[in-house]
Structures are given as structure tokens and as C-alpha cells.
């Protein structure tokens, strides 16, 4: 089974192959568009791990607190690349060919711009803490209407 960790090793290889960094708060988003685009277009999440609507946007609290260390710096690239299917893996470098090179703070403010992060957060201010869970179901419909309107 693909886990959020084998994505986020695989996701942050791509970006060091291709001269780009990511941070923590990129890479929160960076898996937030591959699990969204992987459940719009296929109707099946890409891992098991959740999102939680954060004030900041769509976080998995267990990869946030694994990479806070790095705070706002660059991930290293992992020591090994995750061994993946090759679907996922072809999959993975759409999404680092839409994604890696948009900041993270664009980022950030799509993502909190999309249905399912403000789905999750109804009734509250963009400053207020929230271990709301982000609904898959809210991310697969929303984004498989984005996929059909392409």
C-alpha cells in the first residue's frame, strides 16, 4: 500500500531532480493535489492518510510534525526513492509538472480557495485552529468536476 510518506519521498525527490526545493508547507500541498487529483480522476484516494483543514490549508498532521525540523528550510532529498507502481509514479510527475513550480504560498492560497478546505472549516475564521478532517468524498466530487471541465 502506498502511504503519504512513500508520496511526500517521491514528491520531494522529483522536486530535488528538478532543481526545485520544497518545504513543509509546500509539500502539504503538494499531497493535498496529488490526493485530490488521484480521487477526482481514478474515485480512489492515493493513501490512507487523511487532511485536516488547518488555518493554513490541507495538512496530514502526522508528515507535518514528521518535517517540522526543517521548519521553513528546504527538505533534503530522501536517502532512498520510494519504490512505487509505475502508475502512481507517472502519476506523481503530473502533479510535479503542475505544481513544483508554483510557490508555496500560491499554493497555499489555492488550496484554500478550493471547496473541501472550506467545506471543512464552515463556521469558522481563517485564524482559527481546526482538526476538522477534509472529506474525501468533498475532494473526489470537487475535483472530478475540475478534471471534467478541462
Known sequence: ???????????????HERGETVNNLKLQ??????QAWHLGMFGTPLFPEKFEAWMTGPVIPALY???????????????????LP????RFLVEIAEDYLPIDEYD????????SP???????????D?????????EMRAYFHAL???V
Do not use: Q
Open 65 to 83: 510534525w514528521h518535517f517540522k525540523p526543517s521548519g521553513i528550510r528546504p527538505i533534503p532529498a530522501p536517502a532512498a526513492v520510494p519504490d
Open 29 to 34: 500541498r503538494l499531497l493535498y493535489y496529488a
Open 147 to 149: 478534471a471534467a471541465s
Open 1 to 15: 500500500m502506498t502511504t503519504a510518506n512513500d508520496v511526500a519521498d517521491y514528491l520531494i525527490s522529483l522536486a
Open 86 to 89: 509505475g502508475s502512481v509514479c
Open 129 to 137: 485552529p481546526s482538526r476538522n478532517e477534509i472529506s474525501e468524498e
Open 107 to 114: 499554493l497555499d492560497e489555492m488550496s484554500t480557495r478550493d
Open 117 to 127: 478546505w472550506r467545506t471543512a472549516r464552515v463556521g469558522l475564521d481563517r485564524g
